[in-house]
């Protein structure tokens, strides 16, 4: 029988009596040493092993049944993991996160250590004991030296986080008077394309009325990274950051190396568009008293395999670019805004450099470069379809079919627009653009909303207990920078985009909720610590495995309580 009385709620609010700092440290270890880089058979077998890892827990050994995996969108063989304590009522706080992690291999002559957090310290901290250290490795060093850090590949990112809601799902499951249900969600796929978390998000509807339960909140336990103090990384997030990957096929006009000027480079009209766009503070979302991170390239290739005294005909380039108020569509028209003025540029100065060169050698003039075509995908495809006719969607299946077993999003966009060209018999100079991988939605607290405005109540109540002293402060942040699941939990509303769906070239990266998907106000309140996903990954122990799970159990106990 459930204890209501008033000397049993407060001892259930004192969170300072609750210590779980080895638990969590021993928990966050064990999940380390499980190897589950992202598409690999570790990531397949890890849920079974958390499965193993829960079941010690006695709630779990009496109620079994309350541990369900859920299958992965095709392409990953890895499940997530869904466990439930069970209390009074309907309403259920969910606690999110991803148990997949990067691969090893920036661990060069160290990797065979890269799980072993301990032993992976000392060789860090002899490895840095030398002169010439930068001095970020001057921190890493300090900051491994102190002991106040650990090392390990997914420690920071995010094994240490799943350790904390381990933490606070046994508590929870050890109190005789649980109000409402706490629901740890650890899913694969993270680090790529988010398969497991989109598949979850299509399932829970069923599962939650499977259970008969109401979710009023949830938190992802993500990582953040702060080079300081700390003071940036204690955060609760209100929304996480969106990410589109807009991409260029750049078709030039080849020319013989003797005669530059017969041609267009489609090298210099690439180099340009990095050039306008790479890392530009002016194409950074500046909306909502927030600022996005400005584009990147993080692919640029000359698509040519053999050697010729020939320009190449094509370059690819795909950028990733942040985004928090924007609509796509303003993305879309900012990139082919500077992908048109970077053509035009190239065009004028190669008829420039054309006029001069002709000045100096007293040759006769050169044909002027003609204008850029620009198309996006979505035209690009109904060329192709005009061109190929009744057999164009056969053609484009087969194509597709042909791709399913690559896992580079950018690699198989890259090949489906060259085919696409080819189909439509284009020539340059032209650019194709359109999206090359995944859309990830930025997502935010919406205070108009009951179940929004209960959980930022409650969060602000926790915050403001806890107080100015900078070692227990909590701040808010708007947006959670690294790309993350939380763009794809709780409703769709709002999120889908036509623009987006018709110019990404492969059916498989467009995402398509389930238009069922529960409605639930999401935050991300995680570890902090330095340099995820590299060789010198390191997370903070005192926040990630003391206070971390005494502010998630908190908010949890207040949110879900019956006032």
Not at 71 to 79: P, V
Request: net charge negative; charged share 30%.
């Amino acid at each position: 029988m459930a204890i209501d009385t008033k000397e049993s709620k407060a001892r259930t609010l004192s969170y300072e009596e609750w210590h779980p700092a080895e638990r969590v440290e021993a928990l966050a270890v064990r999940l380390v040493r499980l190897p589950s880089e992202t598409g690999t058979p570790g990531e397949a077998a890890f849920a079974r092993e958390l499965v193993s890892l829960l079941k010690e827990i006695p709630y779990f050994r009496d109620n079994p049944g309350d541990i369900r995996l859920v299958d992965s969108l095709e392409g990953t063989a890895a499940q997530s993991v869904v466990a439930t304590v069970r209390g009074s009522g309907r309403k259920a706080l969910l606690l999110t996160g991803h148990y997949d992690t990067v691969a090893v291999e920036n661990y060069h002559d160290l990797k065979d250590l890269c799980r072993e957090p301990y032993a992976l310290r000392e060789a860090l901290i002899e490895s840095l004991d030398r002169p010439d250290l930068t001095p970020q490795e001057l921190r890493a060093k300090a900051d491994l030296a102190s002991g106040g850090f650990l090392p390990g590949r997914g420690m920071l990112d995010m094994k240490s986080g799943l350790a904390a809601g381990i933490a606070v799902l046994d508590r929870f499951a050890g109190r005789p008077d649980r109000t409402g249900t706490l629901v740890l969600c650890c899913s694969p796929d993270e680090e790529r394309d988010s398969r497991g978390m989109r598949a979850l998000r299509d399932a829970l509807p069923e599962l939650m009325a499977d259970m008969d339960l109401e979710p009023v909140g949830a938190i992802n336990m993500d990582v953040t990274s702060d080079q300081g103090d700390g003071s940036e990384g204690r955060a609760v997030f209100a929304g996480t950051i969106g990410k589109l990957m807009p991409f260029a096929l750049v078709v030039g006009k080849s020319s013989h190396a003797s005669y530059p000027y017969e041609g267009l480079s489609a090298q210099m009209i690439a180099a340009e568009i990095v050039r306008r766009v790479e890392a530009n503070p002016d194409l950074s979302d500046t909306g909502e008293d927030a600022v996005s991170p400005p584009p990147i390239c993080l692919e640029a290739r000359d698509l040519r395999e053999v050697y010729e005294v020939t320009t190449p005909e094509r370059t690819w380039l795909a950028f990733n670019w942040l985004y928090h108020s924007w609509r796509p569509k303003d993305l879309f028209d900012r990139f082919n805004g500077e992908v048109r003025k970077a053509s035009e540029a190239c065009v004028a100065r190669l008829a420039d450099n054309a006029r001069r060169f002709c000045e100096l050698s007293g040759g006769s003039a050169w044909p002027e470069p003609g204008t850029v075509r620009m198309l996006t995908f979505a035209e690009l495809k109904a060329e192709a379809e005009r061109q190929l006719g009744d057999r164009f969607q056969d053609a484009l299946l087969a194509k597709q079919e042909a791709l399913k077993g690559v896992d580079n999003p950018l690699t198989v966009s890259r090949e489906l627009v060259i085919w696409l060209f080819d189909r439509a018999r284009l020539s340059g100079p032209a650019i194709v653009t359109g999206f090359a991988s995944l859309h990830y939605p930025a997502t935010r607290l919406d205070r108009s909303h009951p179940d929004d405005a209960a959980l930022e109540q409650t969060l602000t109540t926790v915050m403001t207990e806890r107080g100015e002293d900078p070692s227990r402060r909590l701040i808010w942040r708007p947006y959670f920078e690294g790309i993350s699941d939380m763009s794809f939990f709780g409703s769709p509303e709002g999120r889908s985009s036509a623009l987006v769906a018709e110019n990404t070239p492969a059916d498989w990266l467009i995402d398509r909720p389930n238009p069922h998907a529960l409605r639930c106000p999401i935050v991300n309140i995680g570890p902090w610590g330095r340099e995820f996903h590299q060789r010198l990954e390191r997370v903070h122990v005192g926040y990630a495995f003391e206070e971390l799970p005494q502010i998630l159990a908190e908010i949890g106990d207040r949110l879900l309580a019956d006032t």
